[in-house]
């Protein structure tokens, strides 16, 4: 295995299980240095496979949707490694329902999950590489986000979590722009794998195959995280990867498209027909997941 993350330290939020441990043994096989956070003592069973396998890393229990939590988790990546060079953010959880049967707690528990728990530990880093930068220290650092194909085109039964994908999105692309002085790119990926979260999605494809190329396992995102986190992707920010099996794309977002324009103030009963021509200038949206 190659050595391209030597020395570099990342915290992986919720890498318990699933995508966040593919990307954690991943990582440390590169010779990253990682920090494994997890809500559950499942953090420590990551920790355990990847010193087995002669890796480094030490395990940070708690839930990154807390703000002091997250501080601690931050700072215990700079003070085990004496610094924080890559942060991926993939803690996350669903809760479905139709939306005309969603409740005000399923709305709220999934949104602090996955948009407030990417915001809490991303804050509290870049205070560190800001912070790192005005001292002359600043060099290259990194946040993979995690997003859906959810939060790019929608799914059924999934407003919840559509929306903090989408959220997740748009967090990448604000940032991306206002952390770039600090030399510090953020980009997300869109990952479609097989996990305990996407069981219900993927029930079709959750075995395994006996053999040949699995193409639902975890395992095929994280070279693309791992990349990411390298010093090599330094000239990409504000990007968002679609990724699964051995396909990797990327996904473009929303372009202002045709417009009409007038002199004057539109009246709402002529504004039918322009809006009609300006419809049949683009392509249809893309159908949401499920429809």
């Known amino acids: 295995m190659s050595k391209l993350l030597e020395g570099r330290v990342a915290v992986i939020t919720g890498a318990g299980g699933g995508l966040g441990r593919s990307h954690a043994l991943e990582i440390a096989q590169h010779g990253g240095y990682v920090v494994v956070n997890d809500v559950s003592e499942a953090a420590h069973?990551?920790?355990?496979?990847?010193?087995?396998?002669?890796?480094?890393?030490?395990?940070?229990?708690?839930?990154?949707?807390?703000?002091?939590?997250?501080?601690?988790?931050?700072?215990?990546?700079v003070t085990t490694y004496g610094g924080l060079d890559a942060l991926v953010n993939n803690a996350?959880?669903?809760?479905?329902k139709m939306f005309v049967n969603m409740s005000e707690e399923e709305w709220d528990f999934v949104l602090r999950v996955d948009l407030?728990?990417?915001?809490?530990?991303?804050?509290?880093?870049?205070?560190?590489?800001?912070?790192?930068?005005?001292?002359?220290?600043?060099?290259?650092?990194?946040?993979?986000?995690?997003?859906?194909?959810?939060?790019?085109?929608?799914?059924?039964?999934?407003?919840?979590?559509?929306?903090?994908?989408?959220?997740?999105?748009?967090?990448?692309?604000v940032?991306?722009?206002?952390?770039?002085?600090?030399?510090?790119?953020v980009n997300a990926i869109a990952?479609?794998?097989?996990?305990?979260?996407?069981?219900?999605?993927?029930?079709?494809?959750?075995?395994?195959?006996?053999?040949?190329?699995d193409t639902m396992s975890p395992d095929n995102v994280s070279p693309l995280v791992a990349w990411l986190v390298?010093?090599?992707?330094?000239?990409?920010?504000?990007?968002?990867?679609?990724?699964?099996?051995?396909?990797?794309?990327?996904?473009?977002g929303w372009h202002q498209g045709p417009r009409a324009e007038k002199s004057s103030r539109w009246e709402a009963s002529e504004l039918g027909p322009v809006v009609s021509r300006l419809l049949s200038e683009v392509p249809p949206p893309s159908p949401v997941y499920g429809a």
């Open 116 to 173: 407030k728990g990417h915001f809490c530990p991303f804050r509290h880093a870049s205070a560190y590489w800001r912070e790192q930068s005005k001292n002359g220290k600043a060099h290259s650092a990194c946040v993979v986000n995690t997003t859906s194909g959810a939060g790019l085109l929608g799914s059924l039964g999934q407003t919840n979590y559509a929306a903090a994908k989408a959220g997740v999105i748009a967090l990448t692309l």
């Open 191 to 213: 990952p479609a794998a097989r996990t305990s979260m996407t069981q219900d999605v993927f029930a079709d494809t959750m075995a395994a195959p006996a053999s040949g190329f």
């Open 45 to 77: 069973k990551t920790v355990a496979e990847i010193r087995e396998t002669g890796g480094t890393a030490t395990a940070s229990v708690g839930d990154v949707a807390d703000w002091d939590y997250s501080a601690s988790l931050i700072d215990t990546a």
């Open 230 to 252: 390298s010093e090599e992707s330094s000239d990409v920010t504000g990007r968002v990867f679609e990724i699964s099996g051995g396909e990797v794309s990327i996904a473009d």
């Open 175 to 185: 940032t991306a722009a206002e952390l770039a002085r600090y030399q510090v790119t």
């Open 92 to 96: 996350g959880l669903v809760r479905d």
